[in-house]
């Protein structure tokens, strides 16, 4: 049964999305505020953290900052609709995917499955060596597992799930759109700051320069590339 922490200030919006994803099949341990959610998260370890941006005390973004110092348990925000500011912080401070108010319970459970999916989910391609060295990155395709420069890098689900995607079809240069699909698992109508937010993450946990990165590179209007050399 997948554990979900629950941290939502509006007792009615938490009673409602608690109670919708326990009929759902989830264990939910809910939490009014940041600093409850936080202490939570330090007495258990859940599946998915699914976060409210808008807390008293702690804000959201500081919970999701907080939460990535120490983990990389999955992390969907929730956000109010049209909070574009809001969307792009979040997913910069370490969300792997949003939903916006009001929630929905099926578009929820939706994000919930999927984000799980991407960390327990290697690469199918058998053909490819499980494991593989890239100048000083390492990627272990059997044991979800990223070296680099000899020194274990801790990725969120949707950055390993992206590195691998990536990684997979070295030089070639692959969408935004295609990216969305494969990695989130979202349709055509997909949110690309969601790549986009990622992919600044990754960079930044691979040591890249900002100016001339050296695995993942960015093909203007298009999307990104993998580089082996």
Known sequence: MPR???????????????????????????????????????SFRPDVVVLDLMLPGIGGLDVCRRIRERDQVPIIMVTARGDDIDIVLGLESGAD???????????????????????????????????ETHGELTIDRSGLTV?????SVALAPSELRLLLTL??????????????????EHGYHGDIRLVDACVKRLRSKLGEPSGAPRYIETVRGFGYRFSAR
């Open 167 to 184: 990684s997979a079809a070295p030089g070639r240069v692959l969408s935004r759109q295609h990216l969305l699909e494969v990695v989130w």
């Open 4 to 42: 979900v922490l629950l941290v939502e200030d509006d007792p009615a919006v938490r009673r409602g999305v608690e109670l919708a994803l326990r009929h759902q099949g989830h264990d939910v341990f809910a939490a009014a505020t940041g600093e409850e959610g936080l202490a939570l998260l330090a």
């Open 147 to 151: 070296t680099h420069r000899g020194q």
């Open 97 to 131: 995917d949003y939903v916006v108010k009001p929630v929905r319970a099926r578009v929820l459970e939706a994000r919930i499955r999927a984000v799980l999916r991407r960390l327990g989910t290697p690469d199918s391609d058998t053909t490819r060596p499980r494991t």
